[in-house]
């Protein structure tokens, strides 16, 4: 028996077999010349080569889907006619016979090439087909030099995934229905996978650092992600110790549901309001499960990252059309997309940035793509009859962008107007506050923005200097932090003076340890996981206003992390002793 402890990214109790996937890339692909009498030999590994990954990918479509739906069956359907196109073959038989170099570096530079011309080419549709054509090519690549490489994607039996990293569109496209945990040697607690984990109920820890080098394949798991844990190779104290900890987790589970239907009101009568973080159109129906008053942040940019989904305005339509419908005229805040930072879509390149993380991302990446931008507005403008939708512009820095934005935001409106497509004529456009220039220029931008919703996960990251995806300064991300309550005040108080709403929606408003804190400090609106609404709920229903701004004023005279959180802990010990 050994335990590993990390970092709790997404809640629950689960045991099973580990798979370790260690992905390997593709090695350099050789390069040389072959005689005349050769040709035939190499275009019969082509024809084989291609025969073998048209089989892996028939198997692949198969189980998609019956066990992932027809978007993700469609992705591996659309590979295999690409791949079996008459064109591409014909080119790559031609080009060997010409070159006379080995089929590898001719199936290598041929997809190459492809992919650089779509890359090229002013139309986002064709550009996103690059990411098909490398992911075919690697396929093909992989038979003829002779790498199995096993995908996340052709899991057929549950596992405990223990992997390095994962990037969220991987997290997308793995076979999720085989994937009962995740255990990982990178991540923080506000990385995408922990936010996109927590999002599909996968329960995960995070942050290990050398699980992949402690854990062999076929080793049993406990992951218990309260404190943390992974047990590998439990002995029986474990065993018996994780069927008390199920029975436990199951029992506050369905406690926590009983307040569903029961208002955010404090014990002195103040009324919040609580809502749900999704990813994907399908989680809507769980924020209603949850009691979630409907969607604070619905990051819209996930739709783009799933590999191999059209996403022109017809399909975005459609998946907010989705959301909106869902939640039956309950608000639905649709955030603009969030590309770039660690959410990269190849066919843009954004991955070749020296700091991803402070370059073309967010509101920047869309304003300086026009087009693209405005198909989004248009396609939520047009689903915004179907409900109630409000758009929210990501990583504002400035009054600048805010006024870009909404002036495109206006053109859109005006095409929808010309092509006599109705909308919503009182949709309402806020901001999120993430970037500390946002924060300290809250009063500025409240004038021109319907709300704010703090992004705390960005705005520790900036404001405090700490990589959110990077295990190793992990420690120093402080939702209590004097910096981050200054700017969170801040924020608070400008929205309040120009009588707009103050929402969160980055992790620290789904943490119950920080309820009171900003329940105090003014917060309106928190959102969050949907898993998180019951017990946030519960510790507003059992908090009282006057109680809770007492214990901001203190905090707010704090003078580190440590201390503050320390008074946090105290505070709620009193206040709540039965927790
Ligand atoms: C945030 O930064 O807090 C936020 C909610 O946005 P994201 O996690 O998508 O960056
Ligand atoms: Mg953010």
Redesign the pocket.
């Given at each position: 028996m050994k335990k590993l402890v990390g970092i709790p990214g997404s809640p629950g109790i689960v045991m099973g077999k580990a798979f370790l996937y260690l992905e390997k890339a593709l090695p350099e692909i050789p390069r040389y010349s072959i005689r005349t009498d050769q040709v035939e030999g190499e275009l019969k590994r082509f024809k084989l080569a291609c025969e073998e990954a048209a089989a892996d990918m028939r198997a692949l479509h198969e189980r998609a889907a019956a066990e992932m739906g027809k978007e993700q069956a469609d992705i591996f359907a659309a590979h295999l006619m690409m791949l079996e196109d008459a064109d591409i073959q014909d080119q790559i038989s031609g080009t060997l016979k010409e070159t006379r170099e080995n089929i590898e570096w001719v199936v290598y530079d041929t997809a190459r090439h492809m992919a650089d011309k779509m890359l090229s080419s002013p139309d986002p549709a064709f550009r996103e087909r690059a990411a098909d054509i490398n992911d075919i090519s690697s396929r093909v690549l992989g038979r003829l030099l002779s790498i199995n490489k096993a995908s996340l994607a052709e899991l057929d039996t549950d596992v405990i995934l223990v992997t390095h990293d994962l990037l969220p569109s991987q997290m997308l496209t793995m076979n999720r229905a085989h994937i009962k945990g995740i255990v990982l040697d990178m991540g923080g607690l506000?990385s995408?996978t922990a936010?996109l984990a927590r999002a599909f109920n996968i329960p995960a820890v995070l942050g290990l650092a050398s699980a992949t080098a402690e854990i062999a394949g076929g080793d049993t798991l406990i992951l218990n992600t309260k404190p943390g844990e992974v047990i590998v190779n439990p002995g029986k104290k474990e065993l018996d110790r994780l069927e008390r900890a199920q029975v436990n987790y199951n029992k506050t589970l369905k406690e926590s549901l009983q307040t569903r239907n029961l208002p955010a009101q404090t014990t002195d009568g103040h009324r919040v309001s609580l809502k749900a973080?999704i990813e994907l159109p399908e989680e809507a129906e769980a924020v209603l499960r949850f009691g979630g008053e409907g969607i604070g942040?619905y990051?819209s940019e996930f739709l783009f990252l799933n590999p191999g989904q059209a996403t022109g305005e017809e399909e975005q339509f459609r998946a907010y059309s989705q959301v909106i419908k869902a939640m039956k005229n309950l608000p639905v805040t649709i955030r603009t997309v969030?590309i770039g930072?660690d959410k990269i879509l190849p066919e843009f390149q954004a991955a070749s940035e020296t700091n991803p993380l402070l370059g073309w991302r967010g509101i920047r990446f869309s304003l300086s793509m026009p087009d693209f931008f405005k198909t989004q507005l248009r396609a939520i403008l047009r689903a915004s009859v179907k409900g109630n939708v409000r758009i929210m512009f990501?990583l504002i820095s400035g009054i600048e962008e805010l006024n870009a934005a909404l002036e495109l935001l206006e053109e859109a409106k005006a095409e929808c107007r010309k092509k006599k497509q109705p909308f919503a004529s009182n949709i309402e456009t806020g901001i999120?506050v993430?970037v500390p220039s946002a924060a300290m220029t809250a009063d500025i931008l409240a004038q021109k923005a319907d709300f704010f919703s703090?992004?705390?996960?960005?705005?520790i990251q900036y404001s405090l200097a700490v990589d959110r995806g990077n295990e190793k300064v992990g420690y120093l991300a402080h939702p209590a932090h004097p910096a981050l309550l200054r700017f969170i005040k801040t924020t608070i108080d400008a929205a309040h003076n120009r009588g707009i709403t103050a929402a969160m929606?980055?992790?620290m408003a789904g943490d119950p340890g920080m309820t009171a804190l900003l329940l105090g400090l003014g917060l309106d609106e928190f959102s969050m996981a949907a898993s998180s609404i019951p017990l946030v709920k519960r510790i507003v229903r059992n908090a009282s206003i006057s109680a809770c701004r007492e214990l901001a004023g203190e905090i707010l005279k704090g003078v580190s992390a440590t201390a503050n959180n320390a008074l946090l802990k105290d505070w709620t010990a009193e206040m709540f002793p039965e927790n």
């Amino acid at each position: 028996m050994k335990k590993l402890v990390g970092i709790p990214g997404s809640p629950g109790i689960v045991m099973g077999k580990a798979f370790l996937y260690l992905e390997k890339a593709l090695p350099e692909i050789p390069r040389y010349s072959i005689r005349t009498d050769q040709v035939e030999g190499e275009l019969k590994r082509f024809k084989l080569a291609c025969e073998e990954a048209a089989a892996d990918m028939r198997a692949l479509h198969e189980r998609a889907a019956a066990e992932m739906g027809k978007e993700q069956a469609d992705i591996f359907a659309a590979h295999l006619m690409m791949l079996e196109d008459a064109d591409i073959q014909d080119q790559i038989s031609g080009t060997l016979k010409e070159t006379r170099e080995n089929i590898e570096w001719v199936v290598y530079d041929t997809a190459r090439h492809m992919a650089d011309k779509m890359l090229s080419s002013p139309d986002p549709a064709f550009r996103e087909r690059a990411a098909d054509i490398n992911d075919i090519s690697s396929r093909v690549l992989g038979r003829l030099l002779s790498i199995n490489k096993a995908s996340l994607a052709e899991l057929d039996t549950d596992v405990i995934l223990v992997t390095h990293d994962l990037l969220p569109s991987q997290m997308l496209t793995m076979n999720r229905a085989h994937i009962k945990g995740i255990v990982l040697d990178m991540g923080g607690l506000t990385s995408h996978t922990a936010i996109l984990a927590r999002a599909f109920n996968i329960p995960a820890v995070l942050g290990l650092a050398s699980a992949t080098a402690e854990i062999a394949g076929g080793d049993t798991l406990i992951l218990n992600t309260k404190p943390g844990e992974v047990i590998v190779n439990p002995g029986k104290k474990e065993l018996d110790r994780l069927e008390r900890a199920q029975v436990n987790y199951n029992k506050t589970l369905k406690e926590s549901l009983q307040t569903r239907n029961l208002p955010a009101q404090t014990t002195d009568g103040h009324r919040v309001s609580l809502k749900a973080n999704i990813e994907l159109p399908e989680e809507a129906e769980a924020v209603l499960r949850f009691g979630g008053e409907g969607i604070g942040l619905y990051r819209s940019e996930f739709l783009f990252l799933n590999p191999g989904q059209a996403t022109g305005e017809e399909e975005q339509f459609r998946a907010y059309s989705q959301v909106i419908k869902a939640m039956k005229n309950l608000p639905v805040t649709i955030r603009t997309v969030d590309i770039g930072g660690d959410k990269i879509l190849p066919e843009f390149q954004a991955a070749s940035e020296t700091n991803p993380l402070l370059g073309w991302r967010g509101i920047r990446f869309s304003l300086s793509m026009p087009d693209f931008f405005k198909t989004q507005l248009r396609a939520i403008l047009r689903a915004s009859v179907k409900g109630n939708v409000r758009i929210m512009f990501p990583l504002i820095s400035g009054i600048e962008e805010l006024n870009a934005a909404l002036e495109l935001l206006e053109e859109a409106k005006a095409e929808c107007r010309k092509k006599k497509q109705p909308f919503a004529s009182n949709i309402e456009t806020g901001i999120m506050v993430e970037v500390p220039s946002a924060a300290m220029t809250a009063d500025i931008l409240a004038q021109k923005a319907d709300f704010f919703s703090i992004g705390t996960n960005d705005l520790i990251q900036y404001s405090l200097a700490v990589d959110r995806g990077n295990e190793k300064v992990g420690y120093l991300a402080h939702p209590a932090h004097p910096a981050l309550l200054r700017f969170i005040k801040t924020t608070i108080d400008a929205a309040h003076n120009r009588g707009i709403t103050a929402a969160m929606c980055g992790e620290m408003a789904g943490d119950p340890g920080m309820t009171a804190l900003l329940l105090g400090l003014g917060l309106d609106e928190f959102s969050m996981a949907a898993s998180s609404i019951p017990l946030v709920k519960r510790i507003v229903r059992n908090a009282s206003i006057s109680a809770c701004r007492e214990l901001a004023g203190e905090i707010l005279k704090g003078v580190s992390a440590t201390a503050n959180n320390a008074l946090l802990k105290d505070w709620t010990a009193e206040m709540f002793p039965e927790n």
